[in-house]
Each structure stands twice: as C-alpha cells, then as structure tokens.
C-alpha cells in the first residue's frame, strides 16, 4: 500500500528526492515516517511528519540535510536528501506511525517496498 521511489546512483554531496506513495487507502491522517536499512544494519529511523500540522522531526544523522514533506492531496510524502554521504547508502522505507515511539520501526505499520540509494565517492 505503499512505494517509495526515487533512489538510485548518486556520488557524494549530492542530492536526491525520494517519493512515498499511498494507494488502496488515504493515509492523509497518519503521520508518516521514513525509514533506511543498510546492510548488517537495523531498521534507522530518519524522519517523521504529522498530518495536520506539518510538524517534522528527524534524527540527529540527517538533521539539516534531509527535509520530509508531505502533499496530502497526492496522498504522497517527500524526502529531500541533499548533501549525501557514503554511509546513506540505504535501502529507504516509509511507513505509517500508527502508535508509540516515532523512532522505533515497530511503532509503525503498512511497510511498503523500499527504494535503494548509493552514494559513491
């Protein structure tokens, strides 16, 4: 019920914008997390966004470089990722906050496939 998109090959410093969409339900009222596993790692929570108010939080890794977003009328959520780095290199998640902690990975449901990001040097 939900994609993300958007990864791919990028080198070091720059930037890519990943897209999570809903489909078969309207997430516009959850809050909406991404999330990115790299290998032999778990689960990373990266950043959060509510529904109503915008309100974001991200983890202290990506704070200042990543920004979520959100278009409700798209039932779609955003992540900018700009001054990357090796140790982004990821498979990217999103996924609805349903209860609980935001920056656990069990607080969240309706995982959707993930969208790998390489960053090379």
């Known amino acids: 019920q939900l994609q993300a998109f958007g990864g791919g090959l990028v080198q070091a410093g720059g930037s890519l914008r990943l897209s999570c969409a809903a489909s078969?339900?309207?997430?516009?009222?959850?809050?909406m997390g991404w999330f990115r596993q790299a290998p032999g790692k778990e689960r990373e929570f990266l950043a959060i966004i509510y529904a109503s108010v915008d309100y974001t939080n991200y983890a202290d890794s990506v704070k200042g470089r990543f920004t979520i977003s959100r278009d409700n009328a798209k039932n779609t959520v955003y992540l900018q990722m700009n001054s990357l780095k090796l140790e982004d290199t990821a498979v990217y998640y999103c996924a609805a906050h349903r209860f609980g902690n935001y920056d656990l990975s069990t607080s969240y449901e309706y995982w959707g496939l993930g969208t790998l990001v390489t960053v090379s040097s």
């Open positions: 078969g339900r309207a997430f516009n009222t959850y809050p």
